[in-house]
């Protein structure tokens, strides 16, 4: 990858904007990422593409900081919008339009909010992504494709682990799955086993909390819990309590949102990592605070 990196810059820039979905800095890992959204869809496959494409190049055209884009920054929110259109709308032309305005309408406002140092995390695609499915369902309406509409047979096993992982890219297939870890197991070991520990997490909670089975086994109550447990990934006791702390909020935003039929995408996840870490600030602070005092 480092002769990647010399080689073909852009290319490389490109993969880490995908990587950087699970936070991972690694063209290997978007490379990975890749191939598990083709696997399961080359429609969503080519969706991520043009979307990252879109939102590299937005932040290029601006002028936006080199270092940032070049670590993907300004392609992860962008790859996410891709994928998402892919999958709730029929790809019809107005569609792929859509794809390349809201990736760059994400790589906008994810550069405000890094300039503002305010750590949003994956919220410009859902921001953006919450409008398109707005606009294309009251104001322009397209259709669904035969992929989200077909029914979808799920085996009662221990996969869902899995599929949380797969799910974080929309992607319910198993394979893709473990195609998703493994590409985070690659650039970070302790971050892909904290994944599958908080996807087992939520899925347990959810399960006491009488969530539907389908659902549970689709992933659909993990994925969100994948990400907020790598963010605390760490390798020390209070790392896992900091993440069972965001995986377990991200739960109750979750069922919260299917309540009252929200469509969640990653919100749960962004909502309950920042809340997290706003509290484990404030520990540091007040234990900062408290030594100097003593």
Same mark, same amino acid.
């Given at each position: 990858?480092?002769?990647?990196?010399?080689?073909?810059?852009?290319?490389?820039?490109?993969?880490?904007?995908?990587?950087?979905?699970?936070?991972?800095?690694? #063209?290997?890992? /978007?490379?990975?990422?890749?191939? /598990?959204?083709?696997?399961?869809?080359?429609?969503?496959?080519?969706?991520?593409?043009?979307?990252?494409?879109?939102?590299?190049?937005?932040?290029?055209?601006?002028?936006?900081?080199?270092?940032?884009?070049?670590?993907?920054?300004?392609?992860?929110?962008?790859?996410?919008?891709?994928?998402?259109?892919?999958?709730?709308?029929?790809?019809?032309?107005?569609?792929?339009?859509?794809?390349?305005?809201?990736?760059?309408?994400?790589?906008?406002?994810?550069?405000?909010?890094?300039?503002?140092?305010?750590?949003?995390?994956?919220?410009?695609?859902?921001?953006?992504?919450?409008?398109?499915?707005?606009?294309?369902?009251?104001?322009?309406?397209?259709?669904?494709?035969?992929?989200?509409?077909?029914?979808?047979?799920?085996?009662?096993?221990?996969?869902?682990?899995?599929?949380?992982?797969?799910?974080?890219?929309?992607?319910?297939?198993?394979?893709?799955?473990?195609?998703?870890?493994?590409?985070?197991?690659?650039?970070?070991?302790?971050?892909?086993?904290?994944?599958?520990?908080?996807?087992?997490?939520?899925?347990?909670?959810?399960?006491?909390?009488?969530?539907?089975?389908?659902?549970?086994?689709?992933?659909?109550?993990?994925?969100?819990?994948?990400?907020?447990?790598?963010?605390?990934?760490?390798?020390?006791?209070?790392?896992?309590?900091?993440?069972?702390? #965001?995986?377990?909020?991200?739960?109750?935003?979750?069922?919260?949102?299917?309540?009252?039929?929200?469509?969640?995408?990653?919100?749960?996840?962004? #909502?309950?990592?920042?809340?997290?870490?706003?509290?484990?600030?404030?520990?540091?602070?007040?234990?900062?605070?408290?030594?100097?005092?003593?």
């Amino acid at each position: 990858m480092e002769l990647l990196e010399r080689k073909l810059p852009f290319l490389s820039t490109l993969l880490k904007g995908v990587g950087q979905i699970m936070l991972q800095e690694n #063209a290997l890992t /978007g490379l990975l990422f890749l191939l /598990g959204i083709f696997y399961g869809s080359i429609l969503m496959g080519l969706g991520a593409v043009l979307a990252v494409l879109a939102g590299t190049l937005t932040a290029k055209v601006l002028g936006y900081d080199k270092k940032e884009t070049e670590q993907g920054l300004y392609g992860f929110s962008a790859a996410l919008v891709g994928v998402a259109l892919t999958l709730f709308f029929k790809p019809v032309i107005i569609t792929w339009v859509a794809i390349i305005i809201g990736s760059a309408l994400a790589t906008i406002i994810q550069h405000w909010c890094i300039v503002k140092k305010i750590p949003v995390f994956t919220l410009p695609f859902v921001l953006v992504t919450w409008a398109l499915i707005y606009i294309f369902h009251h104001i322009y309406p397209i259709a669904a494709p035969e992929l989200l509409t077909a029914e979808t047979h799920i085996t009662n096993d221990f996969t869902f682990a899995l599929r949380g992982f797969g799910e974080v890219i929309f992607q319910g297939s198993a394979i893709s799955g473990i195609i998703f870890f493994i590409a985070v197991f690659i650039n970070s070991p302790i971050s892909a086993l904290y994944g599958i520990a908080g996807a087992i997490l939520a899925a347990t909670l959810s399960a006491l909390f009488s969530a539907p089975t389908e659902a549970i086994e689709m992933g659909l109550f993990s994925y969100n819990a994948v990400l907020c447990a790598i963010v605390f990934a760490g390798d020390k006791p209070k790392d896992g309590a900091w993440a069972a702390v #965001a995986v377990i909020l991200s739960v109750f935003i979750a069922f919260l949102m299917n309540k009252f039929n929200f469509i969640q995408l990653t919100f749960p996840f962004v #909502a309950a990592t920042c809340i997290t870490l706003a509290v484990k600030n404030l520990n540091i602070k007040q234990r900062l605070e408290q030594t100097i005092t003593d």
